[in-house]
């Protein structure tokens, strides 16, 4: 086993894991498939939206001149020749002193350039065929009418390349007449819990043993991103059962491990990679100990601490914008809300920091942030992250955090 050497910053190590990434290739799919993925291909509109003129009320599409003076002293009347719901393709011929009653939605006549509302007329949709009278003039020529192409014309973009697709995005889409998209293709992902001490939840555990919690927390992390989890498993300390487990991961992109790569006489990650991938330390906490590498068979391995939180952080860290980066992501982090803090917490000697935090939202002026739990960033707080909402992140060369002290925060979903 080699000397440890000086620890990393977290730049470097991050440095180090992007330029390792290669995207990946595009897909094309059907909006339903597409949630949560990246675009690989910006989207353009099909269709103008609105498709045509339609009306933004339902009332009666009117020529304004013939109501322009309209008032409850003095209302105009005027003859109703056709009724046009939601989906007509009628286009009625209105002559001077004839109008339309019309729904939400519907095409406007060629002829008629205002809607009157139902509320602007003296019976309203209760006398709403035949004679109508109108008792306030529409504000003017084009009043509650929904133009052709207003919100977007056909051939302009809708969805730049990089974004995520989410319900919005992928409506939007729809609404243009889009139905597929071309994505880059999810990260496929496999997810190893290492150490004999593990045992699945609620089974009886005996002296030293602990429930397995990794593997749930990363596959939710791994789907949150997009990519696709192959297989979630857990390995015994035998770095035999390891390799064996990595012989099968041939269609994995990426591999993350939980556990066995610090310096201890059991670290199963090291003892059966050591020489294939590299083993760091990184001047954060918690999340000191890092492995990342390629494997032969193509897949990049992300090592990680073993402690729940270590395994929180470091994929907020180093993972997370890996497979974001694969996927065309250009914004890799999380957005970041400068707080004040609620109360004091100590801080680790030369290195950055992260803890586990609840945001108080009570003042909505004046937000402030304290750490989840009170053992702060203590790596074996699993039972904490529950309550965390974010991570506040201290720089490496502050000392202590005092209450009031203004702190970085990373919101969590």
């Not at 509320?119 to 003039?137: F, H, Q, W, Y």
């Not at 192959?230 to 992109?253: F, G, K, N, W």
């Not at 993972?319 to 982090?333: I, K, S, T």
């Not at 991570?391 to 970085?408: C, S, T």
Request: glycine share 10%; hydrophobic share 45%; aromatic share 4%.
């Amino acid at each position: 086993m080699t000397a440890p050497g000086p620890l990393r910053t977290v730049e470097e190590q991050l440095a180090d894991v992007l330029a390792a990434i290669q995207p990946n290739g595009p897909i094309t799919l059907t909006l339903p498939g597409a949630v949560g993925l990246t675009l690989a291909e910006p989207v353009h509109a099909r269709v103008d939206v609105p498709v045509f003129d339609n009306s933004a009320m339902d009332g009666f599409a009117v020529r304004c001149a013939d109501v322009a003076h309209a008032s409850a002293d003095e209302p105009i009347v005027l003859r109703v020749v056709a009724d046009l719901p939601a989906g007509s393709s009628e286009d009625p011929a209105l002559a001077p002193g004839e109008a339309a009653r019309i729904m939400t939605g519907a095409p406007v006549p060629s002829d008629a350039d205002a809607i009157v509302p139902f509320e602007d007329t003296a019976g309203g949709l209760a006398d709403s065929l035949g004679d109508i009278r109108v008792i306030r003039a529409p504000r003017a020529v084009g009043a509650h009418i929904r133009r052709r192409g207003e919100d977007q014309p056909a051939g302009s973009l809708v969805i730049p390349a990089g974004a995520r697709l989410g319900p919005l995005e992928l409506s939007a889409a729809a609404a243009t007449g889009v139905d597929r998209v071309i994505v880059a293709r999810p990260p496929r992902v496999v997810v190893v819990s290492t150490g004999d001490e593990l045992v699945e939840p609620g089974a009886e555990l005996e002296r030293g043993q602990i429930p397995e919690s990794n593997s749930v927390l990363l596959a939710g992390l791994v789907r949150a991103t997009g990519a696709e989890l192959l297989r979630a498993a857990c390995v015994s300390d035998d770095p035999d059962e390891l390799r064996a487990l990595l012989a099968e991961t041939s269609e994995a992109d990426v591999v993350i491990t939980s556990g066995g790569v610090s310096a201890g006489a059991y670290e199963v990650v090291r003892h059966a990679l050591e020489g294939e991938i590299a083993f760091t330390r990184v001047a954060m906490q918690p999340g000191k100990p890092q492995a990342f590498g390629r494997l032969s068979n193509g897949a990049l391995l992300f090592g990680l601490p073993g402690n729940p939180v270590s395994v929180a952080v470091s994929f907020e860290t180093f993972v997370r914008p890996a497979l974001l980066a694969m996927q065309g992501r250009e914004d890799l982090q999380r957005p970041v809300l400068r707080l004040p803090a609620a109360t004091g917490w100590r801080t680790p000697p030369g290195r950055r920091q992260y803890v586990p935090a609840a945001i108080d939202r009570s003042d909505p002026a004046r937000w402030t942030v304290r750490p989840a739990t009170a053992g702060g960033s203590g790596s074996h707080l699993a039972a904490g992250l529950a309550r965390a909402e974010a991570y506040a992140v201290v720089p490496a060369e502050v000392d202590a955090v005092a209450e009031g002290d203004l702190v970085d925060v990373m919101l969590l979903p």
